[in-house]
Nanobody, 123 residues
Framework: QVQLVESGGGLVQAGDSLRLSCAAS???????MAWFRQAPGKERECVAA????????YYADAVKGRFTISRDNAKNTASLQMNSLKPEDTAVYYC?????????????????WGQGTQVTVSS
C-alpha cells in the first residue's frame, strides 16, 4: 500500500508561483498520479493527472496553461507546478494514486491519498 506525503503549500499573493511535491513510499511508475483540491464548502476536484502507461496528462479547464503536473519515477515523486496563481486556487491540495493505467479524474477511482497541503492565494 503506497503512502503519499505532500509538501510545498503556503500563503502567496495573486500572480505568484508554487510547486507542490508528493513523495511516494513505492515506485510511482506503477501508478497513475493526480492532484486534487478541495476548497471550503466545495467538492474535491481533480486539477491534474498523469497516466501510468504513457505519461499522458489531464488538466481541469480552470488551471490549463497555468499548472503543470510531472513525475520523477527515479525519485518516486510527483509534482505540481502552479504559476499565475489566483485567489480562486485557494484550497487544500491532495496527491492521489491509482493502479488504473489512464489519467482518470473521479475521486472514487483513486485508492491512495496524501494528507493534503494548504495553498492560500491572497488578492
Amino acid at each position: 500500500q503506497v503512502q503519499l506525503v505532500e509538501s510545498g503549500g503556503g500563503l502567496v499573493q495573486a500572480g505568484d508561483s508554487l510547486r507542490l511535491s508528493c513523495a511516494a513510499s513505492e515506485r510511482t511508475f506503477t501508478y497513475t498520479m493526480a492532484w486534487f483540491r478541495q476548497a471550503p464548502g466545495k467538492e474535491r476536484e481533480c486539477v491534474a493527472a498523469i497516466s501510468r502507461d504513457d505519461d499522458s496528462t489531464y488538466y481541469a479547464d480552470a488551471v490549463k496553461g497555468r499548472f503543470t503536473i510531472s513525475r520523477d519515477n527515479a525519485k518516486n515523486t510527483a509534482s505540481l507546478q502552479m504559476n499565475s496563481l489566483k485567489p480562486e486556487d485557494t484550497a487544500v491540495y491532495y496527491c492521489a494514486a491509482t493502479i488504473l493505467p489512464h489519467a482518470v479524474i473521479a475521486t472514487s477511482l483513486y485508492e491512495y491519498w496524501g494528507q493534503g497541503t494548504q495553498v492560500t492565494v491572497s488578492s
